[in-house]
């Protein structure tokens, strides 16, 4: 059974650190596709990146990076230069598209907090 | 932008009352979902729908759940019975075909806060 998860509870940083935020997936399809979301404090769920099982190129949009391995099923977020705004909680997901289910089953999250 | 919009954000019931949560997803999408958040938890699957059917359902997604598309942009959630432990954010989520492709993103509605005493 697809599994997500993300052992980072909560991380507090400083404005300006950088900060990495930890994904392990458990799938046994071959063909899934992982995703990040962030859920700000008012609540709802904000696209950030999809990325399917066979792109593992690492991909970067602004401050925000995200680095997939496959060999270790992880697909880690790193933001650059935190900022106060980036402060709420980050949910990884999968969706096992080899077994035609396209319900995202997501980590735990992971609350970020950007101290000014 | 297009936009997943819920109705209503709040909602206070009584346990054993029926509620319906409502959802217009973003007009050219084909898929819908609900999902559901109880307080400091993860986000949980309940049911998808394509083509006027159920595709997919969680096991959280007992007989007294039921959802409906009752016409061409409303898409209802329904809960027969509340329980206590139904107090919870309900999302609902559309996403297409874009690219021949129906695993894209799910964009997300604002949720439904619903809270039974």
């Known amino acids: 059974a697809q599994k997500v998860t993300q052992a980072q509870t909560e991380i507090s940083v400083v404005e300006k650190e950088d900060v990495t935020l930890d994904c392990v997936y458990e799938?046994?399809?071959?063909?899934?596709?992982l995703f990040w979301y962030k859920q700000p404090p008012s609540g709802e769920l904000v696209f950030l990146i999809r990325?399917?099982?066979?792109?593992?190129q690492n991909e970067i949009s602004g401050r925000y990076s995200w680095n997939f391995q496959k060999s270790t099923s992880s697909f880690n977020f790193t933001i650059t230069a935190s900022q106060v705004v980036d402060s709420a909680v980050y949910f990884c997901?999968?969706?096992?598209?080899?077994?035609?289910?396209?319900?995202?089953?997501f980590g735990s999250g992971t609350r970020l907090q950007v101290q000014p | 932008e297009p936009e997943v919009t819920q109705t209503p954000s709040h909602q206070v019931t009584q346990m054993g009352q029926e509620v319906i949560l409502r959802c217009v997803p973003i007009?050219?999408?084909?898929?819908f979902y609900w999902y559901r958040q109880i307080l400091g938890q993860k986000v949980e699957f309940l049911v998808s729908?394509?083509?006027?059917?159920?595709?997919?359902k969680s096991e959280i997604f007992d007989d007294q759940f039921s959802v409906e598309r009752p016409d061409g942009s409303n898409f209802t959630l329904k809960i027969r019975s509340t329980k206590l432990e139904d107090s919870a954010m309900y999302f609902c989520?559309?996403?297409?075909?874009?690219?021949?492709?129906?695993?894209?993103?799910?964009?997300f509605g604002p949720g439904t806060r619903l809270t039974v005493l």
């Open positions: 007009s050219n999408h084909l898929y």
């Open positions: 989520a559309s996403n297409s075909v874009r690219g021949g492709s129906s695993y894209n993103e799910q964009f």
């Open positions: 799938t046994r399809d071959t063909t899934y596709y």
């Open positions: 990325r399917n099982s066979f792109d593992e």
């Open positions: 997901a999968l969706s096992e598209a080899g077994t035609g289910r396209r319900a995202l089953t």
């Open positions: 729908f394509y083509n006027n059917e159920i595709s997919e």
